[in-house]
C-alpha cells in the first residue's frame, strides 16, 4: 500500500519509522512519504492560507497550492483554467472565454479521457465489491484522497476496513479554520475518489492527529502486519457484531484479594464462551447502547436474547 501525506508539519510523522509501522516498511507492506505541502507554493513567505471570504476568524488553506499539490501526487494533468491562464501570462496571448472554465463547469466530462476510465470502471454500483462481512471494499488500482474534518462523518472501522483494501492513500491534513471547499468538490469531479472524516466529537488543532489515528486503524489490518490475525477478529467494532470487548485477566488468579471469575479457571470452553459473549453484551449495553441499537438481530443467538 503506497501512502502519501502532505501536512504543513510532515515530520510530526517521523513517528511511523518506529514500532509495528515502521517494520511494516522494512517488510515492505507500505511505503508512506510524508509531505509539506509549503513545497507546492511560489511565493517568499510560502503561503498555504488566505482570510475566509465571507469574514470570520481564523484562515483557510488556499485551494491553489493543495491542487499543485495534489495533481502531483495524483499523478493528474494541472486543470485547464491554470494551463490557460499560464500560457497565456507567457505567450501574451488571449485567452478565448470558451476555453476557461469555471468551478460549476467541471464534471467528469471535462476530465481527461483516462481519468474518466477510471472513475467509470470503479464507480460504485448496486453489486460493488464488498468482503464476507458485507463491508464495501475499494479497487486497489484507484487511489483514495482522504480529508481529515471535523465537520464530517465518524470514521468508524468500517471505513478502516475498506480503506484497507486501497493500493494508493492520498491523505491531506488541513490546519487553521480548514481548507477551501472547492478543494474535495473538484477533485471528486475529475473521478477521484474523495472521503472527508472526522475522528470523534472534540476538536483538534489540525488534521495530523486524526490521519495517524485513521492510518493506523487501516494498516494495522493489512495481511502481515500484526503478528496475530486471530486477535484482529475477535476485537471490539469488528464485524457485523460490533460489541464492546468482555474484560481481559491473567494470572494469578487472585491478586490483592480480587478473584478472577471462577468460570474461565473452569477449563469449559462453552461455558467460557457464554460467559464473556453475556458480558461484551451487557456492558455494551451499558456502555454504548447506540451499538445495541445499530445490532442485526440476525446475528443475536437464543442466549443473547435473554441478557
Ligand atoms: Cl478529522 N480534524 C480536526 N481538526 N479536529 C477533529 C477531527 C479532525 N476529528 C475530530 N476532531
Redesign the pocket.
Known sequence: MKIDIVSVFPEYFDVLNLSLFGKAQAKGLVEVKAHNLRDWTHDVHHSVDDTPVGGGAGMVMKPEVWAECLDDLLGLAPAVVEATANAADTAGTEVPTSDVATMADVTTEDASPDIIATAVDAAPSSDESADVSGTPVVPADRPVLIF???S?PL?TQRDATELSHAGHLLFGC?RYE?YDARIPSYYRAQGVDVRE???????????E???SVMLEAITRLLPGFMGNAESIVEESYTGDNALLEHRQYTKPAEWRGIRVPDILLSGDHGKVDRFRRDEALERTNEIRPDLIEQLDCKALDKADRKT
Open positions: 481529515p474534518n471535523p464530517a470514521f488541513g480548514g472524516y472526522s475522528i470523534g466529537d472534540y476538536v483538534l488543532n489540525g488534521g492527529v486524526a490521519v
